[in-house]
Nanobody, 122 residues
Framework: QVQLVESGGGLVQAGGSLRLSCAVS????????MGWFRQTPGKEREFVGFIRSGGLTYYANSVKGRFTISRDNAKNTVYLQMNSLEPEDTAVYYCAAARLRATTSGYEYDYWGQGTQVTVSS
């Protein structure tokens, strides 16, 4: 059973920073490709970015240059560093793990965390 647990969310002022963490249980973390998504009430889940097992990253245009995804395979953890936060970044953020290949589509991911709330005040 693979479990993903996000942490690090909270309330921050516009222009501030937060770092989200996603701890993954299991022995195969280094093989998983990891994605981050976000969702606000009444809206569809939105792709934020992913990191491949080899370290390649890809981001949505809305966060490119402000957000950075990294992973620490020794700690079974993936991170989402969010800088220059804007009120539009307010959402519940989810991490997800893909056994095969990370994409921008949530349907390609096999495991999901419970989400962590990020609120950016203006």
């Amino acid at each position: 059973q693979v479990q993903l647990v996000e942490s690090g969310g909270g309330l921050v002022q516009a222009g501030g920073s937060l770092r989200l963490s996603c701890a993954v249980s299991g022995r195969a973390f280094s093989n998983y490709e990891m994605g981050w998504f976000r969702q606000t009430p009444g809206k569809e889940r939105e792709f934020v970015g992913f990191i491949r097992s080899g370290g390649l990253t890809y981001y949505a245009n809305s966060v490119k240059g402000r957000f950075t995804i990294s992973r620490d395979n020794a700690k079974n953890t993936v991170y989402l560093q969010m800088n220059s936060l804007e009120p539009e970044d307010t959402a519940v953020y989810y991490c997800a793990a893909a056994r095969l290949r990370a994409t921008t589509s949530g349907y390609e991911y096999d495991y999901w965390g419970q989400g962590t709330q990020v609120t950016v005040s203006s």
